[in-house]
């Protein structure tokens, strides 16, 4: 299957690269002629599949993850004339694009939910209306208890229906009905019609939480509130096997899914090929090992536990979505490398360039396809931003404002936000040292990192120890390798600071094939323990360090020996 040997690179388009010929000329907001304008560099990389984050008409409520009109292009993007020119483009250099697929809701501006306003109307049903109820002083409340996944409310009182409607997400993003056979009739053409525009896949928003069973009150939780309700419900599933069955299975793609708070029971089902519903998906335990609150408050790092996590996923599941970044992260060498905080021992950011390669090691030598983001190839990290009023991010926003309403002091929720916001991944890739990094001639959209005249593209490119030279050497090497890619992974051992594993596996002439892997995520050097030493024994192929081996692991060193 050949998304199984394939590498993915995200396009988070409005902080990609910005051009001169859309309607809006260097508006400071990346473009679709902007992505073309890169595809070379796409290309040069070795990865072999782009996705794309919405592209579609939206007024921007959750930078796009709020579809206005799924059939359509977002003027500020360009025109459909533009997407379809990427996608021949793409194709051109053996490229292939998979869609960004947000179904659980759309906009409030899409013309399904202005038409579902009216009681009377056939759309009235494509969405969850429902009247609420009436407290003992007579005062209207919405119908149940759930929180949102933006720490807000769920649902929103419509004056013109005299009814609430449930949204998830933002107010603006109401959320859709699937026990109604007609949505679902909708989707699948939104699904065809992309496919035959020549998409090669979907990665599926939220896709584990769309099917509401019932509108019960939620157990209390601390977190998203009601989930119980929605979360991997039976009906979820049999929505995902119809779109499998009747469209999906008809053409030469695959799915993604963005499974939120997925267990691994619920990943099985999801990922079973019998079953036939997704082809992989992104879970989220490995990049909460140092969280508390789903992502939101910062804990001490262990590799021991992230080790831990990593195997039950690797086990667990025939095979995995790899990620480290994306849209809605932290810059990697931010946090689990040696940016993570501004108190490290040495120059600052004297680990910057060899954690950010150690931490490509680890996610190129994991069994399943690897998804890199927009500037994680070239380590390029958090933003720099000084205060809350700079952040763009919906959900930060909203996070904010139930901090403040819960007495959390100015400097700590800012401390949160710095860690958790969205924005740290947002911001424009680093191209060049020109102004705004060569991402637009015009203002950005998000503030451009002030690092950007030492982290950018153009200065890694001609350079033989660079994170970016480091990447594409990686991900030539996986294309070689099989065992890289399909081998099993097998845990050996992992404290507080380093975690060793090995990919094994049986190559057709019989013979055993063997790495072994050994990563530092600390400011100390490590010696490997003696009982480990003897399966170092073999071919060093690379090391984030490019230092010969000795026993011991330097400051965040990451190696790959090829056992004999
Ligand atoms: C997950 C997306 O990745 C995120 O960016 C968005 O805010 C929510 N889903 C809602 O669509």
Not at 41 to 61: F, R
Request: charged share 30%; glycine share 6%; proline share 4%.
């Amino acid at each position: 299957m050949w998304w199984k040997n394939n590498i993915v690179y995200q396009i988070y388009p409005r902080s990609f690269q910005d051009s001169a010929e859309t309607e809006f000329p260097n508006d400071g907001f990346g473009d679709i002629p902007g992505i073309i304008s890169r595809l070379d560099e796409i290309k040069e990389l070795g990865t072999g599949v782009i996705w794309l984050s919405p592209v579609y008409k939206s007024p921007d409520a959750d930078n796009g993850y709020d579809i206005s009109d799924y059939l359509d292009i977002n003027p500020k993007f360009g025109t459909m004339a533009d997407m379809e020119k990427l996608f021949a483009e793409a194709k051109r250099r053996d490229l292939k694009i998979i869609m960004d697929l947000v179904i659980n809701h759309t906009s409030d501006e899409h013309e399904w939910f202005k038409k579902s306003r009216d009681p009377k109307s056939p759309y009235r049903d494509y969405y969850i209306w429902c009247p609420g109820k009436i407290d003992k002083r007579g005062r209207r409340q919405p119908p149940n208890n759930w929180t949102g996944f933006f720490a807000g409310e769920t649902w929103e009182y419509d004056e013109q229906s005299g009814e609430y409607y449930l949204h998830l997400f933002d107010k603006k993003q109401p959320d859709l009905n699937y026990k109604n056979p007609s949505v679902i009739e909708e989707v699948k053409n939104i699904l065809r019609f992309w496919l035959d525009k020549g998409a090669s896949g979907f990665r599926c928003d939220v896709i584990n939480i769309i099917y509401k069973t019932s509108l019960e009150d939620g157990k209390k939780s601390l977190t998203v509130q009601g989930m119980e309700h929605y979360k991997s419900q039976e009906g979820n599933h049999a929505v995902l096997q119809e779109l499998r069955r009747i469209v999906l299975d008809k053409y030469d793609c695959f799915t993604v899914g963005e499974t939120v708070f997925v267990e691994l029971e619920d990943a099985k089902l999801l990922c079973d090929e019998s079953r036939k519903e997704l082809n992989m998906l992104f879970f989220f335990d490995h990049l909460e090992v140092d969280r508390r609150v789903a992502r939101f408050i910062p804990k001490k790092f262990r590799a021991r536990k992230l080790l831990e996590v990593m195997t039950k996923w690797q086990k667990g599941l025939d095979w995995c979505a790899l990620y480290l970044e994306n849209h809605d992260q932290t810059r990697i060498v931010s946090h689990f490398g040696a940016e993570r905080n501004n108190k490290f021992p040495g120059k600052p950011g004297q680990y910057w360039q060899r954690s950010a390669k150690m931490l490509a090691l680890f996610e190129l030598t994991l069994r399943g396809t690897p998804f890199i983001f927009q500037g994680q190839e070239i380590g390029m990290t958090n933003f720099d931003f000084t205060g809350i009023e700079e952040v763009n991010d919906v959900e930060s926003r909203g996070l904010n404002k139930l901090m403040k309403k819960f007495g959390i002091p100015k400097a700590l929720r800012w401390k949160w936000i710095k860690a958790s916001s969205r924005d740290n991944n947002r911001t424009p890739v680093q191209w060049d040292d020109s102004e705004n990094a060569g991402f637009t001639k015009g203002k950005p959209w998000l503030g451009v990192n002030s690092n950007y005249k030492k982290i950018n593209y153009a200065s890694q490119k001609n350079d033989p120890n660079s994170v970016l030279n480091f990447y594409k050497k990686l991900i030539a090497l996986r294309k070689e390798n099989r065992c890289l890619v399909h081998g099993d992974f097998i845990p050996i051992h992992a404290d507080n600071r380093i975690m060793i594993y090995q990919r094994k596996c049986v190559t057709s002439s019989a013979e055993a094939e063997e790495y072994t892997i050994a990563l530092n995520f600390s400011y100390r050097k490590i010696r490997i323990p003696k009982k480990f030493i003897s399966l170092f024994s073999g071919t060093l192929i690379t090391s984030a360090s490019g230092e010969q081996w000795d026993g011991s692991l330097l400051p965040w060193d990451g190696i790959l020996i090829k056992n004999n």
